[in-house]
């Protein structure tokens, strides 16, 4: 808090039992200010904190089905491959088989 400091005639005319009834009503007052200041700050960041956070929740799902998708082409890639792989050695086989008998 600050300190407040009464000069003299102001003092004479309240005396001291008014000087320091006025000094802690002004030291109330600052007191419920910096209070109100502190909630109103809190209250916005809560909500600003609030609002990114499902931003980012949105992002996440977004990403999320953005990585299935992917996982889903990269499945269906290797399957083409493998099928491609194991038609080649099956046709392989067969060659030699045929190869053999005759």
């Known amino acids: 808090m600050p300190v407040i400091a009464v000069d003299k005639p102001l003092r004479d005319k309240l005396g001291d039992d008014g000087v320091t009834s006025l000094v802690n009503l002004i030291n109330q007052a600052l007191g419920e200010q910096k209070n109100d200041i502190i909630q109103l700050v809190e209250e916005t960041f ?33 399957v083409r491959w493998m099928s491609i792989f194991w038609v080649g050695q099956i046709d392989v086989l067969v060659g030699l088989l045929l190869a053999l008998v005759k």
Do not use: G, I, P, Y
């Not at 990114?52 to 499945?75: F, G, I, W």
């Open 46 to 78: 809560e909500r600003r904190l609030s609002e990114e956070l499902a931003k980012l929740r949105v992002e996440m799902a977004e990403m999320k089905s953005e990585l299935r998708n992917d996982m889903q082409v990269t499945k269906t890639e290797m």
